[in-house]
Structure formats: C-alpha cells, structure tokens
C-alpha cells in the first residue's frame, strides 16, 4: 500500500510536529478496552428501584435534621393518609417521638421474626461451586453439572415467594449473599429477565447500605456476571485496597479473590 493512500482509511487528523508529521491511531488492545467502555454505557440494563415500606419494629439511622446519626426504631408506618413515619430515637433520655420523612434516613435493619431461615444464605460451599461454573460460562466449557447446579439453586432459592421474603425482612448482608448465589444461577441458565430483575434489587440495596464489604460483594457479584465496566472500576475501587491488610477479613479475602478470577475470566 502506498504510503499517500494511508488517508482514504485514517479518521484522525494529520499530526505534525518540529521532528516528524504522520497519523495517529488506537492500539488493538486499547481500542478492545474502548469498545468495552462503550458497551457498557450504551447497553446500560433496564433496572427499577423497588421501594421498601417500613413497618413497625425496622431499625434507621437519621441523616438530616437535629437528630442526624441517631438511630431510630419505627412506631408507625406510612399509610392511611399519614405521608411520614413516626420513630422512638434509641438511647436517648427525655425524646419524644418524632415524624421522619423519605430523604432523612437510612435503613439499618428490617424487622424479622424469623431469622433461622437466613443462615442457610451464608452457604459458601454452594457460592464457591456457583463462582467455578460461571468461571466455565466464560470460557465457553459449561458442564451439564454446572447446569444442573444452577437449576437446583434456583429450585431451592429462586421462588418469587423466597425472594419477597429475603426482600422484605433479612438483614442486608444476608440479603447481598442471598443475590450472589441467585445471580450467577440466572446468568450460567441465561435467564436475562430474571437476571434483569435479580440486578434492579442490587442495586436497590446498594441505595440502603453504607457497609463496605457488603457493598463490594454486590459490586463484585455484579461485574462479575454482567462484565459491565462500571461494575468493574466501582469493584476495584472497593477492593483493591484490602490487599495490602495485613490480616485481611475471610470476606475481603474472598472478595479479592473473585474480582482476580473474573478479570483473568473476562480478559482485564
């Protein structure tokens, strides 16, 4: 090809310079990671935020006002014509009760009568061979078990009953570990609808909690699944850090594991 013929398949503009005058152009791998940039924005998911409605005996934090970093246990819900909740502030001596309104909490916890049920969340067995499969999902290499492990995941997490439920009344952490076993099960079966879903509820969460590593298991989970980039920089963020504990958490060991592994998965 002839060096004046260059032109016609250059976008760019010439660049010229005291030492030499040419075209400029985009590296193989950088154009691939700006290609990746692009289609996570452009492809962003169609999620929603579901709202909880508090009820009697949920636990918040006050954000805004004079009694902002108390925590606050509600007495009356919303509803029948009331649009604020009244909530009895903890520990402290001669308060009354008083009305918060949507903005000026946070949720620290949900009121359950029936926590027995969630330690079996905390599953890492059933996690660590979910995290494998979806290792073989990228790959290309799913195995009929991988497949029936997710089945039976979602056999015995994924009811729209069991969901309403973790929704409404678990703890958020029990909740996070909740999602990062559903998650990977609807992604290796590539039930998008369902993965839709499962990722809109994530995110509502994210929008409830401060907790950093609770925070970073649905980050993680969420790149991990979806290979979307800004997953993958909020992850890194979160957790790159912890590597240099010196007595890491077996959570954030985890964590670091699992962001390593999908990189190496996905191609980053």
Sequence with gaps: MKQSSLRIFNFLPRVRTEEMDFYPYVPDDQMETLKWIACSYSNELPV????????????????????????????????????????????????????????????????????????????SILADKLHQALGRFHKGLLTEDDLSLANQTLKEYGSEEMREMVRRDTKLAARAKFY????????????????????????????????????????????????????????????????????????KRLLLQRLSDYDLWLGH
């Design 48 to 123: 929603f935020f579901h709202k909880t409605e508090l009820l009697r005996g949920d636990r918040i934090r006050i954000t805004a006002g004079q009694f902002a970093g108390a925590e606050a246990i509600v007495v009356i819900q919303k509803g029948q014509g009331k649009k604020t909740i009244l909530v009895q502030i903890q520990n402290w001596a001669c308060v009354p009760l008083i009305n918060v309104e949507e903005g000026q909490y946070e949720i620290i916890d949900l009121n359950n009568d029936s926590k027995r049920i969630y330690k079996k969340f905390d599953n």
């Design 180 to 251: 990062a076993l559903l998650l990977p099960a609807y992604t290796i079966l590539r039930k998008i609808d369902e993965s839709k879903q499962i990722i809109a509820d994530m995110l509502d969460m994210l929008m409830q909690t401060q907790a950093p590593q609770v925070s970073a298991l649905i980050y993680v989970t969420l790149y991990g699944c979806t290979d979307n980039y800004c997953y993958h920089q909020v992850a890194h963020e979160m957790v790159d850090g912890w590597a240099d504990d010196e007595n890491p958490t077996k959570t």
